[in-house]
């Protein structure tokens, strides 16, 4: 992971899941993240693959340009690219593994902005599919966040992350997948959606 917000919610998800496979909803303590806060949100699995947000912090929400909380994620997706979307949040709930992409995207400056979003999944009253804990960590901070939102997102790599501490400082093996770069950090991972770049 390259921005230390990344790392910070890794490691602290870490600490709290233990040996479990994911911590609890309850377990999260906003103030223990109030540092990266601005960057973090929770998504809600439901029946129709929606994935509506339960939390939004106000960076995320800025790059949107709008209030997120209550809103579908799938409402923020190019409409051909929900489908690969959904079945990524959906992999890092059945697997339980801990999952970093590379998104790009340009404002109206037109320079691509690099965002890292963080993936995290999360029990609710002992279900496992049930949250997602996630942070939107852009790689710098334009003078137009907040003003305008971004444009069409498109993703540019997917790593598949170690759940311990230590991997979020130690780069894992690299191989390249068409045009994604896949990083895997663990266990071989067979049901990954392949993610087009668009």
Do not use: C
Not at 149 to 169: F, G, K, M, N
């Amino acid at each position: 992971m390259r921005h230390p917000g990344s790392r910070e919610l890794f490691q602290y998800w870490s600490r709290l899941k233990g040996e479990r496979t994911a911590p609890e909803r309850a377990d999260i303590d906003p103030s223990a993240i109030r540092a990266i806060l601005a960057d973090v949100f929770i998504l809600e699995a439901d029946p129709q693959r929606l994935f509506p947000l339960r939390l939004s912090g106000s960076r995320v929400n800025a790059l949107f340009g709008s209030e997120l909380k209550g809103r579908a994620f799938a409402s923020l997706w190019p409409a051909a690219a929900w489908g690969e979307v959904a079945a990524l949040l959906e992999g890092v709930m059945d697997e339980s593994r801990a999952v970093v992409v590379g998104l790009a995207t340009s404002g109206p400056d037109g320079a691509t902005l690099e965002i890292e979003w963080l993936i995290l999944p999360l029990r609710h009253h002992g279900k496992t599919h049930a949250r997602l804990i996630s942070s939107l960590s852009p790689a710098r901070v334009p003078a137009w966040l907040g003003l305008v939102p971004i444009s069409e997102i498109t993703i540019r790599s997917l790593r598949v992350l170690r759940a311990t501490a230590a991997s979020a400082q130690t780069p894992p093996d690299e191989r390249r997948r068409q045009h994604l770069t896949i990083h895997e950090g663990g266990r071989q991972t067979q049901n990954w959606p392949q993610v087009s770049r668009r």
